[in-house]
């Protein structure tokens, strides 16, 4: 199946999910903007109805501005100024697709000539920007949505084994936010995407979105797996994983080319 078509069927289930999850209307050009990659990683998904009041998934945002910035930041000879300017406009083109189902409530505003009504937002959102890569993508998001809490998580991956190691995590003890986005360029292992998970299910929040440039497919299986009430929006989901689990053709290292800390030697 060409996965950046999704079948009638899928076109079909999006259609039903982001509907229900948002009592909107919804048409087929906005549906074939985004494809729901449950039918590519994991069948269950595909088939599964919408969990509690919203929608779970995977969705693989198809846009050709997309596609233009992320050949760029593939490449190997983008700079780190450029490479950031890249992370930032995929994160924005990330989070406008990723923030369809936000809630609303009507507003009263008053404009030069009469009061009309509005809308705001009527949920509490947090960041949750993984340190250091996710640092590359909040301000992008918060320029979308000025009222959001940026709550940091710092992990890494441990070069020899891969797993994350977190170093540091001070989410309040009080109520959580009502809808938590992870913010990461990566997805590889699915290793730190799921500690996240985890530290913020620990936290109470009861819907996640994790925003990634690039993921592996391994890695989206394995979140699906283990959290499968998250959604997850991604650039592109590539094949494979290499020896040192780096994503494949992947982009190197966000974190390094981020911060320009690549080792040279
Ligand atoms: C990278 C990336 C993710 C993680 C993904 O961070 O930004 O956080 O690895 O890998 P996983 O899915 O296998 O867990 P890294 O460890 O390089 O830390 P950094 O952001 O500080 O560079």
Redesign the pocket.
Known sequence: MDRNRPSADGAAATKARVSAATNTTWDEDEAMSVTLMAERTAAKSAVAPATGDFMSGVFEVQHPLIACHLTRLRDKNTSSPEFRQLVNRLATLLAYEATKDLRVEPVIVETPLVKTEGRQLSQRIGLIP?????LGMIDPVLELIPSAEVWHLG???DEET?K?IKYYSKLPPGRPVDVALIL??????????VDALTTLRDWGVRQVKILSVIASEE?VKRVECEFPDAQIYVCQIDPDLNDR?FIVPGLG????RIFNTIDHD
């Open positions: 993984i340190l250091r890569a996710g992990l890494y991956r891969a994350p990461d360029p990566m997805l590889a292992t699915g290793g730190s995407a890695g689990k290292d966000a974190g390094d």
